[in-house]
């Protein structure tokens, strides 16, 4: 049996946490705050209940196989998983409307087709058929296999496919994600349907690769959920299994440094001066966080991937508002932005701020646990904004949070009649909830780029030390983050010959 130190209680460091004990290993997780599941959070006033992180799940089967793993429930007995349908419903700039189905290529096709006009189905439908290629080419390496030491080669290597042109009577790779919708899909309203995928994650559209295709992919093939009680119970189910398998928990715990011997790693220091010795330590927290805690000592190897160290926030406003929700309302609608180019320019631009009127998701959950009573609705709104956490940008994006009101009402006309209330988290909250720098929030890792959207591998240069969560591998979102807890608990559990979770 090993003594196990884990720093942060995010949802890979859990997920890595919880495995590991059922391992029959020794694990304590120390947090810096009070509670557990770093960026998912919950906010709650009077009566109203809000997720401040993420407020839908792709990929369950990660967090089924966590559950599958560590335990005798299921994860469906732990929490009320429910398929979020319609999948999303969109209002595009020019005010056509669509709503795809939840994961159904067939349904997508026919509502696209009859929303934007025949033949934009079709070529929705053709798009998926390749963004599955690129799926293919990489859901080993970039979800469930620890980096390959040869990275290169998936940064190198654009695995959406190329597609034939007519009348240049040979193949054409697009290589980035705009290309795709510029070539392929040929309707601006489809492109924005396809680079809003790349923007919810806070990746440009036309600097991402097309192996982003894989983004609006995972949604379509594995569906679309939502928690009932909010996604914060997904993170409570994963606490109180970690609690289960006898995972220690100290909150309040600040990890500010981790003690090396002999070129291990041998434990952490606490902020308040107490040592946690360890055989491994388990670090789910921000590239700068981790910097600090080895003191300046270079935590990567000449050959790893190097940490990310742009990335985009999110600001979200929560809204409480009096009368009952449309019965049929979307679970998610996007209000696309009317002016795609000055809002990716604002957003990636040489200055980067937020962009006037941006790209906002409307979240409206149908879940009586969320409001006082049936005659009212909680609605979450977020939009992607540079990782900016001082005063003054804080500041002005709480005035900020004004324009994405009045962009929610081309979704949710009379919005802002019904308003009670509302309550704005910026940037600065992130960084609250999980210390990370500007509040940016890591995006899953694509193959292609250069490498520049890969993740860092979850093994250092320190022995024993060994990293997770969204900023390492295999990067950022929910299911990728907990992919990284079963990445790390093979690595520390079978050694560095571990191959992949199966
Ligand atoms: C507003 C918002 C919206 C999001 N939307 C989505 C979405 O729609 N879909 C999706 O899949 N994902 C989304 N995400 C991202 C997703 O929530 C995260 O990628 C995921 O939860 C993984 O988090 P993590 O494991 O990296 O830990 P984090 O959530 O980053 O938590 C890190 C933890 O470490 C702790 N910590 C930091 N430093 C120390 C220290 N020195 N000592 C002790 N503890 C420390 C922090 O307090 C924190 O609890 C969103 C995130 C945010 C903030």
Same mark, same amino acid.
């Given at each position: 049996?090993?003594?196990?130190?884990?720093?942060?209680?995010?949802?890979?460091?859990?997920?890595?946490?919880?495995?590991?004990? !059922?391992?029959?290993?020794?694990?304590?997780?120390?947090?810096?705050?009070?509670?557990?599941?770093?960026?998912?959070?919950?906010?709650?006033?009077?009566?109203?209940?809000?997720?401040?992180?993420?407020?839908?799940?792709?990929?369950?089967?990660?967090?089924?196989?966590?559950?599958?793993?560590?335990?005798?429930?299921?994860?469906?007995?732990?929490?009320?998983?429910?398929?979020?349908?319609?999948?999303?419903?969109?209002?595009?700039?020019?005010?056509?409307?669509?709503?795809?189905?939840?994961?159904?290529?067939?349904?997508?096709?026919?509502?696209?087709?009859?929303?934007?006009?025949?033949?934009?189905?079709?070529?929705?439908?053709?798009?998926?058929?390749?963004?599955?290629?690129?799926?293919?080419?990489?859901?080993?390496?970039?979800?469930?296999?620890?980096?390959?030491?040869?990275?290169?080669?998936?940064?190198?290597?654009?695995?959406?496919?190329?597609?034939?042109?007519?009348?240049?009577?040979?193949?054409?790779?697009?290589?980035? *994600?705009?290309?795709?919708?510029?070539?392929?899909?040929?309707?601006?309203? *489809?492109?924005?349907?396809?680079?809003?995928?790349?923007?919810?994650?806070?990746?440009?559209?036309?600097?991402?690769?097309?192996?982003?295709?894989?983004?609006?992919?995972?949604?379509?093939?594995?569906?679309?959920?939502?928690?009932?009680?909010?996604?914060?119970?997904?993170?409570?189910?994963?606490?109180?299994?970690?609690?289960?398998?006898?995972?220690?928990?100290?909150?309040?715990?600040?990890?500010?440094?981790?003690?090396?011997?002999?070129?291990?790693?041998?434990? !952490?220091?606490?902020?308040?001066?107490?040592?946690?010795?360890?055989?491994?330590?388990?670090?789910?927290?921000?590239?700068?966080?981790?910097?600090?805690?080895?003191?300046?000592?270079?935590?990567?190897?000449?050959?790893?991937?190097?940490?990310?160290?742009?990335?985009?926030?999110?600001?979200?406003?929560?809204?409480?508002?009096?009368?009952?929700?449309?019965?049929?309302?979307?679970?998610?609608?996007?209000?696309?932005?009317?002016?795609?180019?000055?809002?990716?320019?604002?957003?990636?631009?040489?200055?980067?701020?937020?962009?006037?009127?941006?790209? !906002?998701?409307?979240?409206?959950?149908?879940?009586?646990? *969320? !409001?006082?009573?049936?005659?009212?609705?909680?609605?979450?709104?977020?939009?992607?904004?540079?990782?900016?956490?001082?005063?003054?940008?804080?500041?002005?994006?709480?005035?900020?949070?004004?324009?994405?009101?009045?962009?929610?009402?081309?979704?949710?006309?009379? *919005?802002?009649?019904?308003?009670?209330?509302?309550?704005?988290?910026?940037?600065?909250?992130?960084?609250?909830?999980?210390?990370?720098?500007?509040?940016?929030?890591?995006?899953?890792?694509?193959?292609?780029?250069?490498?520049?959207?890969?993740?860092?591998?979850?093994?250092?240069?320190?022995?024993?030390?060994?990293?997770?969560?969204?900023?390492?591998?295999?990067?950022?979102?929910?299911?990728?983050?907990?992919?990284?807890?079963?990445?790390?608990?093979?690595?520390?559990?079978?050694?560095?010959?571990?191959?992949?979770?199966?």
């Amino acid at each position: 049996m090993a003594r196990i130190a884990v720093i942060g209680a995010g949802m890979g460091a859990m997920a890595a946490a919880a495995r590991l004990a !059922v391992a029959g290993h020794r694990v304590a997780v120390y947090e810096r705050t009070r509670t557990y599941g770093g960026a998912v959070r919950r906010f709650e006033r009077d009566g109203f209940r809000f997720d401040t992180g993420p407020g839908v799940l792709t990929l369950p089967a990660v967090y089924r196989d966590l559950f599958v793993k560590t335990g005798r429930e299921p994860l469906e007995d732990c929490v009320d998983l429910v398929q979020v349908d319609p999948s999303s419903r969109h209002v595009f700039a020019d005010g056509t409307e669509a709503a795809l189905p939840n994961a159904s290529r067939a349904g997508a096709v026919a509502a696209l087709d009859e929303a934007l006009g025949s033949g934009a189905g079709q070529r929705w439908g053709d798009f998926l058929v390749r963004a599955r290629e690129a799926w293919d080419r990489t859901r080993r390496p970039l979800l469930e296999e620890p980096l390959w030491p040869d990275w290169e080669v998936l940064a190198e290597r654009e695995p959406y496919p190329a597609v034939p042109h007519r009348r240049l009577l040979r193949t054409r790779r697009a290589g980035t *994600l705009a290309e795709v919708g510029g070539r392929e899909l040929r309707d601006a309203r *489809l492109t924005a349907l396809l680079e809003s995928h790349a923007l919810a994650h806070g990746l440009d559209p036309r600097t991402a690769p097309a192996s982003a295709a894989v983004l609006p992919y995972m949604e379509h093939a594995f569906g679309t959920w939502y928690v009932r009680g909010g996604l914060r119970e997904l993170a409570r189910a994963v606490h109180e299994r970690c609690v289960a398998r006898r995972v220690e928990f100290h909150f309040g715990a600040e990890v500010t440094g981790i003690v090396e011997k002999d070129g291990r790693a041998a434990g !952490v220091e606490l902020a308040d001066g107490r040592v946690a010795e360890a055989d491994h330590v388990v670090a789910g927290v921000a590239p700068g966080a981790l910097e600090g805690l080895v003191r300046g000592a270079a935590v990567r190897g000449d050959g790893d991937v190097p940490a990310q160290r742009r990335a985009a926030s999110r600001l979200t406003v929560l809204l409480a508002l009096r009368g009952g929700r449309d019965e049929g309302a979307a679970h998610r609608t996007v209000v696309h932005a009317q002016d795609r180019d000055a809002e990716l320019e604002a957003l990636f631009g040489t200055a980067p701020g937020p962009a006037a009127r941006p790209t !906002v998701t409307v979240l409206r959950p149908d879940d009586a646990s *969320l !409001v006082p009573d049936r005659g009212h609705e909680a609605v979450t709104l977020t939009a992607a904004v540079p990782a900016q956490a001082g005063p003054a940008q804080t500041e002005a994006l709480r005035l900020h949070a004004e324009n994405l009101i009045t962009v929610a009402e081309r979704a949710l006309p009379g *919005l802002r009649d019904r308003l009670l209330w509302h309550e704005v988290r910026t940037p600065a909250d992130v960084r609250e909830a999980t210390g990370a720098e500007g509040g940016a929030i890591p995006a899953p890792a694509l193959a292609a780029a250069g490498g520049r959207l890969l993740h860092p591998s979850n093994t250092t240069r320190t022995a024993g030390l060994f990293t997770v969560g969204g900023w390492s591998h295999p990067g950022g979102g929910l299911p990728h983050a907990g992919m990284s807890g079963a990445l790390v608990a093979g690595l520390i559990v079978e050694g560095p010959d571990f191959r992949g979770s199966q």
